[in-house]
């Protein structure tokens, strides 16, 4: 037989010759995998099937033993030796049928290699499965036991976590209580569906007009108005540089002009307000995606004009903002429901910030996903010299609400190193 040390019989029974000069000579760090050879048992179900052997081998540089000593063990120190895992796997990927662990011997040694360990058939694998379990075994908690049915049920089958959660639902949620970033999982869970619902509405006409069908205004802006209620974080964090807070807890949609912002008058689509010390006013009109941003025809070659609805919505969000701020001089003071002022709740008035959400910017883009230049620039042009209000469009908003969940998800996979003076 080669001395190669890849080499290895056709069959395994009985001890191999020549395991021990096997052994010997594999290298630490690597796993050794066999030609592969007819499973050789008669009466088994795989009998005939493809197998292979597999074979590690690990250098101890010392092991520790007890010795009795009078009434007392003593820890005792041993030379350093060399230990070698064998398995063979049959038909499936990851199948174990049988284990071994040697005690292989020095070069310089005649002896043999001993077994210390052999484990056959369905112990094997559970040894196997036991090991793969422990990269998901919590380090905190209370006792548990499960039931081998559960891990195998798992291990063969990504589709019976839902199962194992009922059998053991009192264990999960153990798990999860302890787990201090489960709260940030479930949070994040929620705002990635949201995002695939903001993609849906965005992407979907069908799906889009369900929605509006649905609601007792049919109005497509009530669409948004609704979703952006339900997800103050998206406009909140993906709107402005600063964080934005609904100035009502309960409903972004607020009058702004007239009697007050607690009566009839006008009203704007978002009312909110900056975060700190310090607040000031931020006021958001809503259109839809399906609004227009140029004129469907060019103004002069080159030149397309803003569509009738961006133009629009720009004088809206302008006279909204003033006329909020004539009747409100310089600042804002929140009152509770029994007409008193809230202590240190209030927002300033002064020269806010606006921004008026429109359109898509696939407009621009002809069906192969080429780029209108023209119609680029005139729009670009346009929306960066305006003072005020800033123009977003909902493919825009989308980009950053994707983009705040996709950050959070790679910090919750990896956490991010620990910034350090």
């Not at 050794?32 to 081998?57: I, T």
């Not at 639902?169 to 999982?185: K, M, Q, T, Y």
């Not at 069908?213 to 709107?239: C, H, T």
């Not at 983009?403 to 910090?411: G, I, Y």
Request: aromatic share 10%; glycine share 8%.
């Amino acid at each position: 037989m080669s001395e190669d040390p890849f080499a290895d019989p056709v069959g395994y029974e009985g001890d191999d010759v020549n395991e021990t000069t096997f052994a010997q000579g594999r290298l630490a760090g690597h796993v050794y995998h066999s030609n592969p050879f007819p499973y050789a048992r008669p009466g088994s179900s795989d009998n005939g099937n493809p197998a292979r052997f597999v074979y590690q081998v690990f250098d101890n540089p010392a092991e520790s033993g007890l010795v009795l000593d009078g009434e007392e063990y003593l820890v005792s120190q041993t030379p350093a030796g060399r230990f070698q895992f064998k398995l063979v796997v049959v038909r499936d990927v990851g199948r174990v049928k049988e284990l071994w662990v040697h005690r292989v011997p020095t070069k310089e040694s005649a002896a043999s290699a001993k077994i210390l360990l052999n484990l056959k058939g369905d112990d094997a694998q559970r040894l196997v499965d036991m090991l793969k379990t422990l990269d998901h075994m919590p380090l905190n908690g209370t006792a548990a036991r499960i039931p081998e049915s559960v891990i195998q049920d798992i291990l063969n089958d990504p589709t019976a976590l839902e199962r194992a959660y009922k059998q053991q639902g009192d264990r999960f949620r153990n798990l999860i209580e302890d787990d201090p970033r489960a709260a940030d999982v479930m949070a994040l869970a929620r705002r990635r569906k949201q995002v695939e619902i903001f993609h849906r509405l965005l992407e979907d006409d069908g799906f889009f007009d369900s929605v509006a069908d649905a609601a007792k205004d049919k109005k497509p802006e009530g669409v948004w108005q609704r979703f952006f209620e339900s997800n103050p974080w998206i406009l909140g964090m993906a709107l402005g540089t600063q964080l934005l807070t609904s100035w009502d807890a309960g409903k972004l949609e607020q009058v702004t002009a007239g009697r007050s912002v607690f009566g009839v008058g006008k009203r704007t689509d978002a009312l909110m307000t900056t975060s700190g010390r310090i607040k000031s006013m931020v006021f958001a009109e809503i259109k839809t995606h399906r609004t227009p941003l140029l004129e469907r025809d060019f103004y002069r070659a080159g030149c397309w004009a803003p569509a009738k609805h961006l133009s629009g919505g720009v004088a809206q969000v302008q006279g909204t903002v003033h006329r909020a701020s004539l009747g409100f001089i310089d600042r804002l003071q929140k009152q509770d429901a029994d007409g008193t002022d809230s202590l240190n709740d209030f927002a300033y008035l002064l020269r806010p910030k606006s921004y008026l959400i429109v359109g898509q910017l696939s407009e621009f883009e002809s069906d192969a996903g080429g780029h209108h230049q023209d119609k680029v620039r005139s729009f670009e042009l346009y929306r960066r010299h305006l003072d005020e209000p800033e123009v977003i469009t909902f493919d825009e908003l989308l980009a950053r609400a994707d983009w705040l969940v996709s950050t959070v998800e790679a910090d919750l996979i990896e956490p991010p190193a620990v910034w350090q003076d």
